[in-house]
């Protein structure tokens, strides 16, 4: 398997315009999991889905967050209007287990996200 | 709930030298730990885990890490270091979720 898959790995954009994250977990992992990285925060998880349904979206900072998951194979973390505090590098990650069980969570190479 | 708490944001050593970084939990059960390691621009990679059966567990690179219950912990070690070690390090505990602590950047000096 190629592992999680993200796309872009790098984004710049202007204050206001929207971005659209995507990832692709491996295949049979029933978990797909968000999460923002910055110096400030650490990791932090944003939402997470099982079998493609959006079961805790809590650490959403936003309505100006969105995530989506219409099947399995395909995930997108959107931001509309994005602003410059939401500058960080945005990680997917899947696994087996929603608690990462005995086989932990296997991250993509994120996207790092500029606003200007 | 469980936690996990990374002793040093930031350890520096030679290269060579002994590394140690120290990661303590916190959980009601016997938990799932384990490390990962985050290289510049890249994302986390397992470095190794530990999943209830050696309380001594070797991973990736010469890394080791020892789980010892009595003092809730679960320290990193690799005997010497090399420059390419330079990274950033994760301990992670899972039980009711997956928590990650906040991690140890790791500077390896020549």
């Known amino acids: 398997d190629a592992g999680v898959i993200q796309s872009p790995r790098h984004e710049v954009t202007e204050m206001g315009q929207e971005v659209t994250l995507r990832c692709k977990p491996i295949s049979g992992h029933d978990y797909l999991f968000w999460y923002r990285q910055t110096m400030m925060r650490g990791l932090e998880l944003l939402i997470y889905f099982n079998n493609n349904v959006p079961i805790d979206d809590s650490g959403m900072p936003e309505d100006r967050f969105s995530a989506k998951m219409p099947n399995a194979s395909f995930s997108t973390l959107k931001i509309q209007p994005s602003e410059p505090r939401d500058s960080a590098v945005y990680f997917c990650?899947?696994?087996?287990?929603?608690?990462?069980?005995?086989?932990?969570?296997?991250f993509g190479s994120g996207t790092r996200l500029t606003v200007v | 709930a469980q936690s996990v708490t990374q002793l040093g944001s930031h350890v520096s050593v030679s290269e060579g030298a002994l590394v140690l970084l120290r990661c303590n939990y916190s959980?009601?059960?016997?938990?799932?730990l384990f490390w990962y390691v985050q290289y510049p621009n890249q994302g986390l990679q397992l470095l190794l885990k530990?999943?209830?059966?050696?309380?001594l567990v070797k991973g990736i690179n010469g890394f080791e890490a020892e789980f010892k219950k009595s003092e809730t912990s679960f320290h990193l070690t690799k005997p010497s270091a090399h420059m390419s070690d330079a990274a950033e390090y994760f301990c992670?505990?899972?039980?009711?979720?997956?928590?990650f602590g906040a991690g140890t950047r790791l500077t390896v000096k020549p």
């Open positions: 959980s009601s059960v016997p938990p799932y």
């Open positions: 990650a899947s696994s087996p287990y929603r608690t990462g069980g005995n086989y932990g969570y296997t």
């Open positions: 992670a505990v899972s039980e009711n979720d997956m928590r």
């Open positions: 530990y999943t209830s059966a050696a309380t």
